[in-house]
C-alpha cells in the first residue's frame, strides 16, 4: 500500500518539475574537448570575478555534438555557447535555421598547435610534412604506380630518421585534430614528395585522387587513438620509439615525459605558431546564440570576459595554458564584431 | 563386457579389484579443483592488480601540500584610495594574490625589484589565493591593515614536485618547476611553511580548472541525489510491477512477452537510456539540461529491469506453502502478499536493489547525452540544478593534462570504491539479518 502511495507521490512530484521549464540563470556551454580546458578555466575566474552570476557549466562531448546541441534550438533547455575546433560547417548553419536558431556570432579565441612528441629519451626528431606522408600513408608512388606502402622504419623515409619501426598514434576520425593533421601535413607532404601530381595522372577523379593523399595505412604501423590526448601518452610510455599527436598545451605540460619534434625545422611554440612559422595549427571558436543574449543572466559578460585581453591576450591564463593568442589586431576585431551584433 | 566379465575375475584367486574407474574419477576431481582454484586465483590477481594500481597512484592524493604563512592585508594593495565605505565592490575586485604573492616574497628573502624571481614565486602558491582571501576579507572587513597567518593552497606543479611526482633529472626548461623554486621549496619546507596536511578540499570543493583546488564535492552531492530519486522511484515501481507480475497476473502470452520484454531491457546498453532521456526529458518534458533529476529518472529506468528481475525471483523462492497456510486461515490474497510473502521476500528485494544501485552508481554512458559530463563549480541547491556525478568526474580528471590529476583521478576512483564497498556490504548484511532458510 505504502509502495503504491510513494509511487503516485513521485510521479506527480516528477510531473509538477516536468510541467515548469523555469528560466535558467546559468549559462550552458557544450562542444570541443580541446576548446574544454580554456573554456573550464574562464568559466570559473568569470564566476570569481562576477559574484552576481553562477559559475557556467561546461560540458564536452566533440565539436560536432556540441555544435547538434546547440542547432537543437532557442529556450532555456538548449544551450547557449558551443565550443568548437573548427568553424562550424554551412550545413549545421542549415541545421540551425531550421531548428530555429538564425542568429549565431562567430567568436575565435586563439589557435592551437599541433605537435609532434616522441618519449623524452630518444633524440631529438626533425620530422617533414614529406616524411610524415612516406611514413603512413596507405598507398606511396612507386616507379610510377600506387603500391601498398612498402615503409616499416623511419629510417627507410629518410636516412636522417631514428632506425626504428614506425609506429605513430594519431587522432582518430572523429576529433577534429584529425582534419588539420590531415590537411597540412599529409596533404602537404603529398604535394612535397611529388606523389600528389603522380596520383592525378593517375586517377582521373580529382576527389579520389585528393582522398589517396590523405589516406592513412591500416597494417598497424599509424594508430588511431579515439580517446584523449592521456591515452597516446601512455601509449608513448610503452612503446617508446612511437611518435604521438597532441596538443601544443597537453605537451608543455608533459614535457619532462616527452620531446617535440621540429616541423619543417622549427620548434613548435607560442610565438612560432602565432607568427605561422609553424605550420600545424588551427583556430578555435565558440558560438554564441544571439537570442539569448539578454535573456540568460551574464551571457553577454561571460563572452566580453572570455574575449578580453585579460583572458586570451599575449600574458594571460589560458596563455599560460598553452592557447596560442591570436594577434592584437584580430582579437580587436573580434571583440568590435561581438558589440555590433555581427552574425553569420 | 564389464558387466558380464566381473564373476569369473571375481572368482579367480588373484582377485584383481573390480574397476569402477575410481582413480579416474578422482583424477578429474582433481582437475577440476585445480581449474577453479585457478580461476579464483587468476581473478584475485587481476583485482591486486586493479586494486594496486589505483591505490599506488592515488594513495597521495588524500595529502596537499600548503604554505602557511604570515599575511599583511595591506590596505594600500586592497583598498589604496579608502573607497570601501562608499563602494563595497572594491573589495570584492582587489588584488588579493599580490598579498599572498609579497608574503612569499618576505618569507623568502627575495629582492622585490627581480621581477623575473617575483613571478617564479607568486607560482609557488595557487590561484585560488585569491578567492582564500578575499572570503577571509569578505567575511571580516577589520583585518585590513593586520596581519594573519594564512594556510594557502601550494601551487599543483609544486605539489606534484613536493611529492616526487615530477622527474626532476630531465632539462629545467622541460619541467613545470624551475630550479629556483625547488630551492625555495626546501627553504620553506625546512622552515615548516610549506607542509603536506589531509586535504579536506578533494572532498568538499566542486570542479576547477586548478588540480590544488578541485574535488569531488559536487559529483558526490549530484551521485547522492541521483541515488536518493532513483531508490525513491525504481523500489515501488519496481516492487509493484513484480508483485502483479508474479502473484496477480494471468500466465497468458503478453505477460510472458512481457517478461522477455523485462529481461531485455536488463540488457539494453546504458547509453540507449541516455538517448531514450534526451529525447523525452529533456526534449519533450522540457525538464533542465545537467540536473541531477534528469539522470536519476534515466537510471530509474535502467535499474528498473534488474529491480523487477531480482524481485521476481524473490517472491518466487517464498514457499508456495506459506500462501496456502495464509490463505487456509482466511487471509485475503492481499494480506497473504502483503504480511507474509512480501515480508520474506525482503531481503533478497533489497539485495537486487542495492545491486542495482551500485550498477547506477557507476554509469557514466547515459548521463553523456543528458548533459551531466559537464564541468560544474557551483554547489547543486536542489535536484533541479546542473551536477554532475562520481564517475563523470573520474572520467574528466582521466582527461586532464596536468600531472597533478593523475593522483586525484586515482583519488576519486578510491571515494567510489569505498562508496560501492559500503553499499555491498549493506546488501550482505540485510541479507545475513533477515535471511530466512527452508
Request: glycine share 8%.
Amino acid at each position: 500500500m505504502n509502495a503504491v502511495k510513494l509511487t503516485v507521490a513521485a510521479l506527480c512530484v516528477s510531473a509538477a518539475f516536468a510541467g515548469s521549464a523555469i528560466a535558467r540563470d546559468q549559462i550552458q556551454i557544450a562542444g570541443s574537448s580541446t576548446v574544454l580546458p580554456y573554456a573550464k578555466i574562464v568559466a570559473e575566474t568569470f564566476g570569481e570575478t562576477y559574484p552576481d552570476f553562477k559559475t557556467p557549466i561546461v560540458e564536452s562531448g566533440g565539436s560536432s555534438g556540441g555544435l547538434k546541441e546547440f542547432c537543437r534550438g532557442v529556450g532555456p533547455t538548449t544551450i547557449d555557447i558551443a565550443n568548437s575546433s573548427r568553424p562550424i560547417k554551412s550545413s549545421e548553419v542549415e541545421a540551425c535555421k531550421g531548428a530555429g536558431v538564425t542568429d549565431i556570432q562567430e567568436i575565435k579565441i586563439g589557435y592551437d598547435g599541433i605537435v609532434f612528441a616522441t618519449d623524452a629519451s630518444n633524440a631529438d626528431l626533425a620530422l617533414t610534412p614529406k616524411d610524415l606522408y612516406l611514413a603512413l600513408a596507405a598507398e606511396v608512388v612507386v616507379d610510377g604506380k600506387l603500391v601498398a606502402n612498402p615503409n616499416t622504419k623511419w629510417s627507410q623515409v629518410n636516412p636522417n630518421l631514428p632506425d626504428a619501426e614506425i609506429a605513430a598514434y594519431i587522432p582518430g576520425e572523429k576529433h577534429g585534430t584529425r582534419e588539420v593533421f590531415e590537411e597540412k601535413m599529409l596533404a602537404h607532404g603529398c604535394e612535397e614528395a611529388g606523389a600528389a601530381e603522380a596520383i592525378k595522372g593517375l586517377i582521373s577523379d580529382k576527389k579520389e585522387a585528393a582522398s589517396k593523399c590523405i589516406a592513412v595505412r591500416k597494417d598497424g604501423k599509424a594508430v588511431d587513438i579515439d580517446g584523449d590526448y592521456t591515452e597516446t601518452l601512455a601509449r608513448i610510455a610503452s612503446n617508446k620509439t612511437g611518435v604521438g599527436v597532441f596538443g601544443l598545451s597537453f605537451f608543455e605540460n608533459n614535457a619532462d615525459k616527452l620531446k617535440v619534434a621540429t616541423v619543417n625545422g622549427i620548434v613548435p611554440s607560442a610565438e612560432t605558431i602565432a607568427s605561422g612559422e609553424y605550420p600545424v595549427s588551427r583556430p578555435l571558436f565558440f558560438y554564441v546564440k544571439k537570442a539569448h543574449l539578454g535573456v540568460i543572466p551574464g551571457l553577454k559578460e561571460y563572452v566580453e570576459f572570455f574575449t578580453s585581453d585579460q583572458m586570451v591576450g599575449q600574458d594571460s591564463p589560458l596563455a599560460d595554458y598553452g592557447l596560442v593568442a591570436a594577434p592584437d589586431a584580430e582579437r580587436e576585431k573580434t571583440r568590435a564584431d561581438f558589440e555590433a551584433g555581427k552574425t553569420l | 563386457m564389464t558387466v558380464l566379465d566381473t564373476p569369473s575375475v571375481a572368482r579367480s584367486s588373484v582377485t584383481p579389484r573390480r574397476d569402477i574407474g575410481i582413480k579416474r574419477r578422482y583424477a578429474a576431481e582433481r582437475r577440476f579443483r585445480l581449474y577453479g582454484m585457478l580461476a579464483i586465483a587468476l581473478g584475485i590477481i587481476f583485482l591486486a592488480l586493479l586494486l594496486w594500481s589505483v591505490f599506488s597512484k592515488g594513495y597521495t592524493a588524500f595529502q596537499q601540500t600548503t604554505i602557511t604563512i604570515p599575511v599583511t592585508f595591506s590596505a594600500e594593495i586592497i583598498d589604496p584610495r579608502n573607497q570601501r565605505e562608499t563602494d563595497p565592490k572594491i573589495l570584492q575586485a582587489a588584488n588579493y594574490p599580490l598579498l599572498a604573492r609579497d608574503a612569499l616574497v618576505k618569507a623568502l628573502g627575495v629582492n622585490p625589484s627581480d621581477r623575473v624571481a617575483v613571478r617564479s614565486v607568486s607560482a609557488l602558491v595557487s590561484a585560488s589565493a585569491r578567492t582564500q582571501l578575499r572570503d577571509l576579507v569578505m567575511a571580516d572587513p577589520t583585518i585590513i591593515g593586520t596581519t594573519q597567518t594564512v594556510t594557502l593552497l601550494a601551487d599543483a606543479n609544486i605539489d606534484s614536485a613536493n611529492k616526487g611526482q615530477i622527474d626532476l633529472s630531465v632539462a629545467e626548461t622541460s619541467r613545470k618547476v624551475n630550479d629556483r623554486q625547488l630551492g625555495w621549496m626546501k627553504q620553506l619546507s625546512e622552515a615548516g611553511v610549506l607542509q603536506k596536511s589531509f586535504n579536506t578540499g578533494l572532498f568538499t570543493s566542486g570542479a576547477s580548472s586548478r588540480p590544488e583546488a578541485a574535488g569531488i564535492g559536487v559529483a558526490f552531492v549530484g551521485s547522492l541525489y541521483m541515488m536518493l530519486i532513483v531508490l525513491v522511484l525504481a523500489l515501488p515501481i519496481g516492487v509493484a510491477a513484480s508483485i502483479y507480475l508474479e502473484e496477480f497476473a494471468p500466465k497468458n502470452r503478453l505477460t510472458d512477452l512481457i517478461e522477455v520484454n523485462i529481461n531485455n531491457l536488463a540488457a539494453v546498453p546504458s547509453i540507449v537510456y541516455g538517448l531514450l532521456g534526451l529525447s523525452i526529458f529533456i526534449n519533450f518534458a522540457g525538464m533542465p539540461r545537467s540536473a541531477a533529476l534528469v539522470g536519476a529518472l534515466v537510471l530509474t529506468l535502467m535499474t528498473l529491469p534488474t529491480i523487477i528481475i531480482a524481485t521476481r525471483a524473490a517472491l518466487k523462492a517464498v514457499p508456495p506453502s506459506i500462501r496456502a497456510a495464509a490463505l487456509g486461515l482466511g487471509a485475503s490474497k492481499m494480506q497473504t502478499i502483503f504480511h507474509h510473502v512480501l515480508p520474506l521476500a525482503a531481503p533478497g528485494i533489497l539485495t537486487g536493489t542495492i545491486i542495482g544501485l551500485a550498477h547506477a552508481l557507476g554509469e557514466t554512458a547515459p548521463l553523456l547525452l543528458i548533459g551531466m559530463v559537464a564541468f560544474v563549480v557551483d554547489y547543486p541547491g536542489s535536484p533541479m540544478e546542473p551536477s554532475t556525478a562520481l564517475p563523470v568526474q573520474i572520467y574528466m580528471w582521466a582527461n586532464e593534462a596536468e600531472r597533478a590529476f593523475v593522483e586525484r583521478t586515482s583519488g576519486a576512483i578510491i571515494v567510489l570504491l569505498l562508496f560501492l564497498v559500503v553499499m555491498n556490504m549493506g546488501a550482505i548484511l540485510l541479507r545475513r539479518r533477515f535471511e530466512r532458510r527452508w
